[in-house]
């Protein structure tokens, strides 16, 4: 099985962090399935994603002192695999686990991904449960040593010993069972941990042996630029940041960071800058609000993941979206980015502006992104040789945004930009009819 193959393009979906944190429930992800199907499927939109703690008891309850309550009352079947909390996903009741979820999610046209952490149980090695696939017990093949700084529920595996490819082997075989399509793992992309490299390789041995395609996500970031090869090799999706919110020196600081990757992106291999932070989030943080982003910069960085090819996923209650966020979301040729372009490049950046350049692979056509991230009103000119042309003359672009067109003219192509804003031009390189005069 190619692992890029069947993910050709950047994923594309929902995941539930940004909003719920560690809380949500079984009718909350239907809700925002059911949304995303009827609203955001057409558009390219396709990945529910249910992420951390989905196995544990009363999350949330120790909000003031804890994000996750160390060593409390989590799910787990008698081969050390953690399984749904029945509290909070009725369906999964009777060992059923994600399977009928993940029924109703693909009867929606949808896929379903799900967040584990690296490594074993902390629970199982210290009841000494069994592993399937071998005569270890989870005691024998856990390290003690490796533990998450923040997360208290697992320990690593010691790699290499007998049985700890057999467990990775082992939860996947379940997932493929439940019709699991993506895997985000956490405490894994940064290589906190020393065994951390080796363990993106037996997770990716483990999908390879469970026989069902699944994209590979791997959190948090940064991911380190050196390993690069690593991650193309092993991965689909690497995070090349921390966690990501509605901050904008985080979203200024994310040029730099496309910069460094934007020679790994590839099919099936995308450097991946972090949830949308976009409509309401923060409610399972004890502070639902509107994203503190303005307009301006919620089209600077959909324009700036788009022709970066990042992959998408939306940190939100999907059905409190208004109309102008789910038209930032759905502007089609926008998002055409992210299937049909290549060879994205930041052609310059400094304090105030950064410029990127890519190639259509479908039509004679390319984009230009002007991002303007400076605190003040900004004309940026881009000249024809910059982006390998002669001259502007005789062409046509068009801004996806405001869908307006301008006709190129002459040794330079300026215009203005908002405060923190962006635009992004498809240059057309033939005469088009009146109709884009």
């Keep these: ?8 393009t950047p994923p594309m979906g929902w995941n539930s962090y940004d909003y719920y944190d560690t809380m949500v429930n079984e009718d909350q992800v239907k809700a925002n399935a059911v949304f995303m199907a009827d609203h955001l499927k057409e558009s390219g939109w396709e990945y529910v994603v249910i992420d951390i ?41 009777n060992g059923q686990g994600f399977k009928p979820l993940a ?28 592993v399937l696939g071998t005569d270890r ?17 697992m320990y690593g595996l010691e790699v290499g010993r007998e049985g ?5 082997n082992s939860i996947f075989e379940l997932y493929a069972q439940w019709g699991v399509d993506f895997i985000k793992c956490d405490d894994i992309c940064r290589h906190d941990m020393q065994s951390s490299e080796k363990e993106i390789e037996m997770l990716h041995h483990a999908i390879a042996h469970c026989g069902r395609p699944m994209v590979l996500s791997l959190s948090p970031g940064p991911a380190l630029i050196n390993k690069a090869w690593h991650y193309e090799k092993y991965a689909n999706m690497w995070r090349i940041t921390d966690d990501f919110w509605d ?9 730099e960071r496309c910069e460094i990757w934007q020679n790994h992106v590839s099919q099936g291999c995308f450097p991946d800058c972090d949830m ?10 004890g502070e639902e609000r509107y994203t503190r982003f303005t307009k301006e910069e919620q089209i600077t960085m959909m324009t700036l993941w788009c022709i970066f090819r990042s992959p998408l996923m939306l940190g939100t209650e999907l059905t409190k ?4 966020t789910l038209d930032l979301l759905t502007n089609k040729k926008v998002l055409g980015l992210m299937s049909h372009s290549a060879g994205a490049k930041q052609i310059m950046r400094d304090k105030h502006q950064a410029v990127w350049f890519s190639k259509d692979t479908l039509e004679d056509v390319s984009y230009l992104a002007l991002f303007n991230l400076s605190d003040e009103v900004r004309t940026i000119s881009v000249a024809p040789e910059e982006l390998g042309m002669e001259t502007f003359d005789g062409y046509q672009l068009e801004e996806l945004w405001s869908k307006e067109n301008q006709k190129g003219n002459g040794n330079a192509f300026m215009t203005e930009v908002s405060i923190h804003g962006a635009k992004l031009f498809r240059i057309y390189t033939h005469i088009l009819n009146n109709q884009y005069m």
């Design 1 to 8: 099985m190619d692992k890029n193959k069947f993910v050709a």
């Design 53 to 93: 703690e989905w196995y544990s008891y009363d999350t949330g309850t120790q909000r003031d002192r804890y994000q996750y309550i160390p060593f409390w009352k989590m799910e787990i079947d008698e081969y050390s695999r953690l399984l749904p909390c029945p509290d909070r996903f009725p369906s999964s009741a």
């Design 103 to 130: 029924d109703y999610i693909h009867s929606l046209g949808l896929k379903l991904g799900i967040h584990i952490m690296r490594g074993i149980p902390r629970e199982a090695a210290h009841n000494h449960l069994k």
């Design 137 to 153: 017990t989870a005691n024998e093949i856990a390290n003690p040593s490796s533990i998450c700084f923040w997360n208290p529920d």
């Design 164 to 168: 700890a490819q057999e467990y990775y």
């Design 247 to 255: 901050n904008w020196p985080l979203l200024a600081n994310m040029f």
């Design 276 to 285: 949308l932070p976009v409509g309401y989030i923060g409610k399972g943080f």
């Design 321 to 324: 979206l208004d109309s102008w």
